[in-house]
Antibody, heavy 122, light 108 residues
Framework: QVQLLESGPGLVKPSETLSLTCTVS?????????WGWIRQPPGKGLDWIAT???????YYNPSLKSRVSISVDTSKNQFSLNLKSATAADTAVYYC???????????????WGQGTKVTVST | SYVLTQPPSLSVAPAMTANITCGGD??????VHWYQQKPGQAPVLVIS???GRPSGIPERFSGSNSGNTATLTISRVEAGDEADYYC???????????FGGGTKLTVL
């Protein structure tokens, strides 16, 4: 049974880079599937950020593309998110997730982490 | 970019049927996925590819998709079904994920 666990700072200062890691257990990232990040601002809906395939192909939300990068660390079986120039609008619960089938298109997500809350504030 | 429109809220009495809609331009040509999210929890996939039910999801949950509207149907609604529900598609024209704004289901 695959499990995903998000980690990273709970507090980020404005203009700094928000960096999060998703540690995957029970499955090797390089074996297949697509791996994504989704966020949810307080009291609001789900907002997809980015997805990466096991082979390294990336997909980004157009509204965030200029500030976001997603990558895989195969040695640690992790994938990561970097969001540059953070603002208060980036305050949210951030989820990592894996898709259901492992073939394109990279949806739906059927395995989710528990989420990690990130606040952007001084 | 592709837009999915959901009603913000829906109220249903126990044992009745809830129909949660998701509107989009020719959405019937897309594969629609539905998620349930309870307060403080991660979303759970309840319907995949318009009408597929992942393992562990009760038969009371079903989906349909035609024309400009996809629908998540919850039969014999229970108090435990009270949650936010989100539809989702893959926008193949621009290679990105689209979520609807979500519908808060209240069980009266």
């Amino acid at each position: 049974q695959v499990q995903l666990l998000e980690s990273g700072p709970g507090l980020v200062k404005p203009s700094e880079t928000l960096s999060l890691t998703c540690t995957v257990s029970g499955y090797s990232i390089t074996s297949g599937y697509f791996w994504g990040w989704i966020r949810q601002p307080p009291g609001k809906g789900l907002d997809w950020i980015a997805t990466i395939s096991y082979s390294g192909r990336t997909y980004y939300n157009p509204s965030l593309k200029s500030r976001v990068s997603i990558s895989v660390d195969t040695s640690k079986n992790q994938f990561s998110l970097n969001l540059k120039s953070a603002t208060a609008a980036d305050t949210a619960v951030y989820y990592c997730a894996r898709d259901l089938v492992g073939t394109s298109p990279p949806v739906p997500f059927d395995n989710w982490g528990q989420g990690t809350k990130v606040t952007v504030s001084t | 970019s592709y837009v999915l429109t959901q009603p913000p809220s829906l109220s249903v009495a126990p044992a009745m049927t809830a129909n949660i809609t998701c509107g989009g331009d020719d959405i019937g040509s897309e594969s629609v996925h539905w998620y349930q999210q309870k307060p403080g929890q991660a979303p759970v996939l309840v319907i995949s590819y318009d009408d597929g039910r992942p393992s562990g999801i009760p038969e009371r949950f079903s989906g349909s998709n035609s024309g400009n509207t996809a629908t998540l149907t919850i039969s014999r609604v229970e108090a435990g079904d009270e949650a936010d529900y989100y539809c989702q598609v893959w926008d193949g024209a621009s290679d990105h994920v689209v979520f609807g704004g979500g519908t808060k289901l209240t069980v009266l």
